[in-house]
C-alpha cells in the first residue's frame, strides 16, 4: 500500500528541490513491488510545477538539469498523461502539471527475436523500462514537419509514449518488410502478431530512389 504524506507536510508543487520531491514521491512509489497504480489514483490538481522533459529524454528541475538518473527514474513512475492530453506527476494526494517538449521516454535500444509472425521487438527506454511492441504496446509512425523523415513512437504504458531514437529507427528500417496491409502494399514491421505500417512501399521506392 502507497503511504500517504501527512496533511501539514509540504506537497509537490512547494518543494524547492530534487531532494524535497524525491522524498514525497519516494513515499508514493511501492519500491520493489512494480509501478505505482497511477492509474487509479484521482487526487486533485495543485497546479504546475517547474520540471519539463526535453525532445532528447533530459528532465530540468527549476531550469536545471536532473543529473542523477535513479531520481529520474523514480519520478518516471509516478507520470501520467490524461484525456485533456497534458502530463502530470502523480500521488495518492496530488497531481501536478509538467512540460513535455515530445514524448516523455525515449527508446534507445531495440532487440528483435524471431522470425515472421513470430518476430517480437523488445525496446528500452532512457529510464529502463522494458517494452515489447505489440497489441498492447503499439508502434506508430508520425511525419516530421520539414523533412522527408518519420518520428517513430512506441506505447510505454497508459498513454505515455516513448520517442524512437533516430539509430533504433535505422535498425527498425532493416527489418521491414513489404506486407499487404487492408489491400495495399505497406513497408512495415512485425511485433508479437502485430503488423505496424511505417509508410506506403511505393513511397519508400521513390524515396530511395
Same mark, same amino acid.
Given at each position: 500500500m502507497a503511504i500517504r504524506t501527512d496533511n501539514d507536510a509540504p506537497g509537490l508543487?512547494?518543494? %524547492?528541490?530534487?531532494?524535497?520531491?524525491?522524498?514525497?514521491?519516494g513515499r508514493a512509489a511501492r519500491a520493489?513491488?512494480?509501478?505505482p497504480p497511477v492509474e487509479r489514483w484521482n487526487p486533485p490538481f495543485c497546479g504546475d510545477l517547474d520540471m519539463e522533459i526535453k525532445r /532528447?529524454? %533530459?528532465?530540468f528541475y527549476l531550469g536545471t538539469p536532473i543529473g542523477r538518473m535513479p531520481l529520474v527514474q523514480l519520478f518516471s513512475t509516478v507520470l501520467r498523461k490524461?484525456?485533456?492530453?497534458?502530463?502530470?506527476?502523480v500521488t495518492p494526494v496530488e497531481k501536478v502539471g509538467i512540460r513535455v517538449? /515530445?514524448?516523455p521516454f525515449v527508446a534507445v535500444e531495440v532487440d528483435a527475436s524471431g522470425k515472421g509472425s513470430a518476430q517480437v521487438l523488445?525496446?528500452?527506454?532512457?529510464v529502463g523500462d522494458v517494452v515489447e511492441a505489440g497489441?498492447?504496446?503499439?508502434?506508430?509512425?508520425?511525419?516530421?514537419?520539414?523533412?522527408?523523415g518519420l518520428k517513430p513512437y512506441l506505447l510505454v504504458?497508459?498513454?505515455?509514449e516513448a520517442l524512437v531514437a533516430r539509430p533504433v529507427m535505422y535498425e527498425l528500417a532493416e527489418l521491414g518488410e513489404e506486407i499487404d496491409v487492408d489491400g495495399r502494399t505497406m513497408f512495415a514491421v512485425r511485433s508479437k502478431g502485430a503488423v505496424f505500417p511505417i509508410m506506403p512501399a511505393d513511397t519508400l521506392k521513390r524515396l530511395s530512389a
Amino acid at each position: 500500500m502507497a503511504i500517504r504524506t501527512d496533511n501539514d507536510a509540504p506537497g509537490l508543487g512547494e518543494a %524547492t528541490d530534487t531532494a524535497g520531491l524525491e522524498a514525497l514521491i519516494g513515499r508514493a512509489a511501492r519500491a520493489g513491488k512494480g509501478l505505482p497504480p497511477v492509474e487509479r489514483w484521482n487526487p486533485p490538481f495543485c497546479g504546475d510545477l517547474d520540471m519539463e522533459i526535453k525532445r /532528447d529524454g %533530459t528532465w530540468f528541475y527549476l531550469g536545471t538539469p536532473i543529473g542523477r538518473m535513479p531520481l529520474v527514474q523514480l519520478f518516471s513512475t509516478v507520470l501520467r498523461k490524461d484525456d485533456d492530453g497534458k502530463t502530470y506527476l502523480v500521488t495518492p494526494v496530488e497531481k501536478v502539471g509538467i512540460r513535455v517538449e /515530445d514524448a516523455p521516454f525515449v527508446a534507445v535500444e531495440v532487440d528483435a527475436s524471431g522470425k515472421g509472425s513470430a518476430q517480437v521487438l523488445t525496446f528500452r527506454t532512457n529510464v529502463g523500462d522494458v517494452v515489447e511492441a505489440g497489441p498492447d504496446n503499439p508502434l506508430r509512425f508520425v511525419d516530421e514537419e520539414g523533412t522527408d523523415g518519420l518520428k517513430p513512437y512506441l506505447l510505454v504504458r497508459g498513454r505515455l509514449e516513448a520517442l524512437v531514437a533516430r539509430p533504433v529507427m535505422y535498425e527498425l528500417a532493416e527489418l521491414g518488410e513489404e506486407i499487404d496491409v487492408d489491400g495495399r502494399t505497406m513497408f512495415a514491421v512485425r511485433s508479437k502478431g502485430a503488423v505496424f505500417p511505417i509508410m506506403p512501399a511505393d513511397t519508400l521506392k521513390r524515396l530511395s530512389a
